[in-house]
């Protein structure tokens, strides 16, 4: 076994206490491990592509459809859903204008948007259809029962990745059924692209329901086959306005004639 001289000793001690803190400091200039990713917008963006594909299908989905809408403080109510074969469509909703007392149609075709008034209480006339503009135009305020978006055009909103909208996974509600999504809207504005709630789909794309702040929508029974087109409730003419979603103003209960008659 080799001998250390005193001189060489005396070179190897200051070595020997050298070492630990030189392996000390090349430890301490190693990167700090990176903390785990965050799944969140993984999981948000995930969302966000699953109901734009369930949307898609539904717009592709062709097929009449009974649907229960239920409010709270009134009846519930059957609406009747067609999406034809040449992308027309139709939205029968009893009770949707003149404060409920009137029942309505909601109709898209190649010849425009359409308001069709169906006999009922409130109206017993014969049915009549009031053509609102051009297909993809908007509806007026006061003459929109809105119950039709959630089954047509908002599907556009759900497939556009611009719109400004958070969405995320979320268990059905009770009396849906189906893969369900909480939308919200993202946007600083009152005017929200949708109304925001849970959207839910079947995997085919058929809407099985949808709540909402104003009220839920469930499908009632399986879908139909879908027919070539839809027909318009009646005739459409040009003598009248679409009926108001509200009541007619109350007459007066005073019944006097006018200041000033004698």
């Known amino acids: 076994?080799?001998?250390?001289?005193?001189?060489?000793?005396?070179?190897?001690?200051?070595?020997?206490?050298?070492?630990?803190?030189?392996?000390?400091?090349?430890?301490?200039?190693?990167?700090?491990?990176?903390?785990?990713?965050?799944?969140?917008?993984?999981?948000?963006?995930?969302?966000?592509?699953?109901?734009?594909?369930?949307?898609?299908?539904?717009?592709?989905?062709?097929?009449?459809?009974?649907?229960?809408?239920?409010?709270?403080?009134?009846?519930?109510?059957?609406?009747?859903?067609?999406?034809?074969?040449?992308?027309?469509?139709?939205?029968?909703?009893?009770?949707?204008?003149?404060?409920?007392?009137?029942?309505?149609?909601?109709?898209?075709?190649?010849?425009?948007?359409?308001?069709?008034?169906?006999?009922?209480?409130?109206?017993?006339?014969?049915?009549?259809?009031?053509?609102l503009g051009e297909r993809d135009d908007a509806i007026p305020r006061r003459a929109d029962p809105r119950i039709q978006h959630l089954l047509t055009d908002w599907l556009d909103v759900l497939t556009d990745r611009r719109s400004p909208l958070a969405v995320a996974s979320a268990n059905p509600p009770e009396g849906l059924t189906g893969t369900c999504y909480s939308v919200d809207s993202t946007s600083a504005s009152l005017n929200a692209p949708l109304d925001v709630g849970i959207y839910c789909y079947d995997r085919d794309g058929t809407p099985t329901g949808v709540r909402t702040e104003a009220g839920t929508l469930r499908l009632a029974a399986p879908p139909g086959a879908a027919p070539a087109t839809v027909q318009l409730a009646g005739p459409v003419v040009v003598d009248r306005d679409p009926l108001d979603i509200a009541a007619p103003p109350s007459p007066d209960p005073s019944g006097s004639p006018s200041a000033g008659t004698p």
């Open 1 to 131: 076994m080799p001998v250390l001289t005193r001189s060489a000793g005396r070179v190897l001690g200051p070595l020997v206490f050298a070492l630990p803190a030189l392996l000390l400091a090349c430890t301490d200039a190693q990167p700090p491990t990176p903390p785990p990713a965050d799944p969140g917008p993984v999981a948000v963006d995930a969302a966000r592509d699953e109901l734009a594909t369930l949307a898609a299908a539904a717009q592709d989905r062709h097929l009449v459809a009974q649907y229960v809408y239920a409010e709270t403080g009134k009846p519930d109510r059957t609406i009747a859903f067609t999406s034809a074969n040449d992308g027309s469509w139709r939205v029968d909703v009893p009770g949707g204008a003149l404060g409920g007392t009137a029942d309505i149609s909601m109709a898209a075709t190649s010849d425009g948007l359409f308001q069709c008034a169906l006999p009922s209480a409130g109206r017993p006339e014969p049915a009549s259809c009031v053509r």
